[in-house]
């Protein structure tokens, strides 16, 4: 689901801050242009792009890595949880949900100052404590973690959209 421009502007930045653990941006295909349009040429960037987005990044290994992802959907969401350095994949999340992601999955959000979403990270019951630690030190000075649901996170993004945000 494409992202707010404010979500995109702080992963961004997050993403290039040498002492932020972000090492990379993934975009939506819709995400792409609109997020690339707004920021001049950097120094290192690298954009690597295949049907199911693009990523940013300043690390060759991370670029070879998503250039090399598998193709099927499992595959890929395994390499781009491992390549964002999320704590579980798409597919562990839907397993422990025994099915429910939207009922029994939470979203945790280490967001900046502003509110925008830095890195976002889905997870499963018994799995809350752990993606909430992870997520914990990507919340830059002033920000703060939030936890939802899936419904709320789906729902945030559409109305920022929306907005224009």
């Known amino acids: 689901m494409p992202e707010p421009e404010?979500?995109?502007r702080a992963q961004i930045r997050a993403m290039l801050d040498p002492d932020h653990p972000k090492r990379a941006v993934f975009l939506v295909?819709?995400?792409r242009e609109r997020a690339?349009?707004?920021r001049g040429p950097v120094v290192?960037?690298?954009i690597e792009s295949r049907p199911e987005g693009t990523l940013l990044t300043k690390s060759d290994q991370l670029a070879t890595a998503f250039l090399c992802a598998p193709a099927d959907e499992v595959g890929f969401d395994r390499a781009m949880a491992k390549i964002l350095g999320l704590p579980q994949a798409k597919q562990e999340v839907f397993l422990a949900c025994e099915g429910r992601p939207m009922a029994r999955a939470r979203i945790v959000q280490a967001c900046d100052a502003d509110?925008?979403?830095?890195t976002e990270a889905a997870a499963g019951?018994?799995?809350l404590a752990t993606t909430s630690e992870a997520l914990h030190e990507h919340v830059p000075p002033g920000g703060s973690?939030?936890?939802m649901t899936p419904i709320?996170?789906?729902?945030r993004r559409l109305l920022l959209r929306e907005a224009g945000n």
């Open 115 to 118: 509110g925008w979403v830095v």
């Open 29 to 31: 295909p819709d995400d």
């Open 125 to 127: 019951p018994g799995q």
């Open 44 to 46: 290192g960037l690298i």
């Open 36 to 38: 690339l349009m707004t």
């Open 145 to 147: 973690l939030h936890v």
């Open 6 to 8: 404010g979500d995109i």
């Open 152 to 155: 709320e996170a789906i729902g």
